[in-house]
């Protein structure tokens, strides 16, 4: 089965900073996406970036990059030059493309951006 | 930007009685989805409905719980007799495999449910 683990609870950084949330998985699979997904207070659930397993380069939306590192199972997100409305909770997730299958969540990191 | 919608956003209801979600999914997609958010916890997996059946269900998805698309645009989450454990908040999500922006799932803003 997969796992997702987010190892950070909570983390604080100043607005303007770069901040770096982590994100490991466990799977046997070769073929996946991988996603990161924002809940703001609304709790609504927005991507913010996804990147498919097969592609080496990392993938980049904006102020927003990954690092994925297959062969380690490591997908973090680095949000550059934090905004106050980047305030959120962070999931990081997985999805098997092998089949119709369901995305599976980490437990999440709650950012909190201080002006 | 198509979205997912999901009616209605909050409801209460009394502990035992019927509740109906109510989802209208990407007019393109084709995989539909149920998951759970019980608050200050993760997202959990319900159903996954594709070609007007279910395809994977997790164990929370018991007797009590069941999907429908009635009328091929509605995506529907019947829970038959509310319990005070099923107060959440509940995300219908929808997804088109295959193409560029594919094996992407879309997630709708929710619907709040408290049982009381």
């Known amino acids: 089965a997969q796992t997702v683990t987010q190892s950070q609870p909570e983390m604080s950084v100043q607005e303007a900073e770069t901040v770096t949330l982590s994100c490991t998985y466990d799977?046997?699979?070769?073929?996946?996406?991988l996603f990161w997904y924002k809940q703001p207070p609304s709790r609504q659930m927005i991507l913010v970036i996804r990147?498919?397993?097969?592609?080496?380069q990392n993938a980049t939306e904006n102020r927003f990059s990954v690092n994925f590192q297959k062969a380690a199972k490591s997908f973090s997100l680095k949000i550059s030059d934090s905004q106050l409305g980047d305030t959120a909770m962070y999931f990081c997730?997985?999805?098997?493309?092998?089949?119709?299958?369901?995305?599976?969540f980490g437990k999440g990191t709650r950012l909190h951006i201080l002006p | 930007e198509p979205e997912v919608t999901q009616t209605p956003s909050h409801q209460v209801t009394q502990m035992g009685q019927e509740v109906i979600l109510r989802c209208v999914p990407i007019?393109?997609?084709?995989?539909f989805y149920w998951y759970r958010q019980i608050l200050g916890q993760k997202v959990e997996f319900l159903v996954s409905?594709?070609?007007?059946?279910?395809?994977?269900k997790s164990e929370i998805f018991d007797d009590q719980f069941s999907v429908e698309r009635p009328d091929g645009s509605n995506f529907t989450l019947k829970i038959r007799s509310t319990k005070l454990e099923d107060s959440a908040m509940y995300f219908c999500?929808?997804?088109?495999?295959?193409?560029?922006?594919?094996?992407?799932?879309?997630f709708g803003e929710g619907s709040w449910l408290t049982v009381v």
């Open positions: 990147q498919e397993a097969y592609k080496q």
């Open positions: 997730a997985f999805m098997n493309l092998n089949r119709d299958d369901k995305i599976i």
């Open positions: 799977t046997s699979e070769s073929n996946y996406y």
């Open positions: 409905f594709y070609n007007n059946e279910i395809s994977e």
């Open positions: 999500a929808s997804s088109i495999p295959g193409q560029g922006a594919g094996n992407t799932i879309y």
């Open positions: 007019s393109n997609h084709l995989y």
